[in-house]
């Protein structure tokens, strides 16, 4: 499966994006999926996670009550909703999926497990300007 973010851009503080990240080549619906993030000059770091049904979803504290994730598998997409965006915000935002490590966990991977994760896609650039 390939994936292929889209959504990010340049915001104002307060503004809203929403990413989408489409998967091609075989059915989405099989993986957990979430989002990561890693500004300039910082390590990678988790966002959210929902699992394959849809019916659970975890976030890292800094963005609980501003972001929502969800999903269509019908469509084969992932959508992170980002409201009252910040400049703390600004980073690249990874799309990923995996059918192994449960959504649950990922908030508690170590930075150097997150390769063990399936599938990456490249990343959409949010610039949250002050």
């Known amino acids: 499966v390939q994936l292929v973010e889209s959504g990010g851009g340049l915001v104002q503080t307060g503004g809203s994006l929403r990413l989408s990240c489409a998967a091609s080549?075989?059915?989405?619906?099989?993986?957990?999926a979430g989002w990561f993030r890693q500004a300039p000059g910082k390590e990678r770091e988790f966002v959210s996670a929902?699992?394959?049904?849809?019916?659970?979803?975890y976030y890292t504290d800094s963005v609980k009550g501003r972001f929502t994730i969800s999903r269509d598998n019908s469509k084969n997409t992932v959508y992170l909703q980002m409201n009252s965006l910040k400049p703390e915000d600004t980073a690249v935002y990874y799309c990923?999926?995996?059918?192994?490590?449960?959504?649950?966990?990922?908030?508690?991977?170590?930075?150097?497990?997150?390769?063990?994760?399936?599938?990456w896609g490249q990343g959409t650039l949010v610039t949250v300007s002050s």
């Open positions: 990923v999926g995996d059918r192994g490590v449960k959504a649950s966990g990922w908030d508690t991977l170590d930075p150097s497990s997150y390769g063990y994760l399936e599938v």
């Open positions: 929902i699992t394959w049904s849809g019916d659970n979803t």
């Open positions: 080549g075989r059915s989405f619906s099989s993986y957990h």
